[in-house]
């Protein structure tokens, strides 16, 4: 199983960005989500949801400002970032179960 992130960039405070994460070979997990890494700090969830019902669940310092979305005929998972702050800067790893992507940076700033 592999799972690679992209769509990470630079944007500026009140911007938008699109993630995605597509899974490859075979796997029956329950669910796929996002976490986030910034300088110094330790790694922290973000966003998950299920493949089956599409149940969602968010960190709080992203709730009304994030989206996680699925394509399952495609086993991509989708996550849409809108009003970014600075404090959102972070490298954004998919996951699913024990595996993890590479990363890929966000970063807001003027």
């Known amino acids: 199983v592999q799972v690679m992130e992209s769509g990470g960039g630079l944007v500026q405070p009140g911007g938008s960005l699109r993630l995605s994460c597509i899974a490859s070979g075979f796997f029956s997990s329950y669910a796929m989500g996002w976490y986030r890494q910034a300088p110094g700090k330790v790694r922290e969830f973000v966003a998950t949801i299920t493949w089956s019902r599409g149940q969602t669940y968010y960190a709080d310092s992203v709730k009304g400002r994030f989206t996680i979305s699925r394509d399952n005929g495609n086993n991509t998972v989708y996550l849409q970032m809108d009003n970014l702050k600075p404090e959102d800067t972070a490298i954004y790893y998919c996951?699913?179960?024990?595996?993890w992507g590479q990363g890929t940076q966000v970063t807001v700033s003027s």
């Open positions: 996951n699913l179960d024990q595996f």
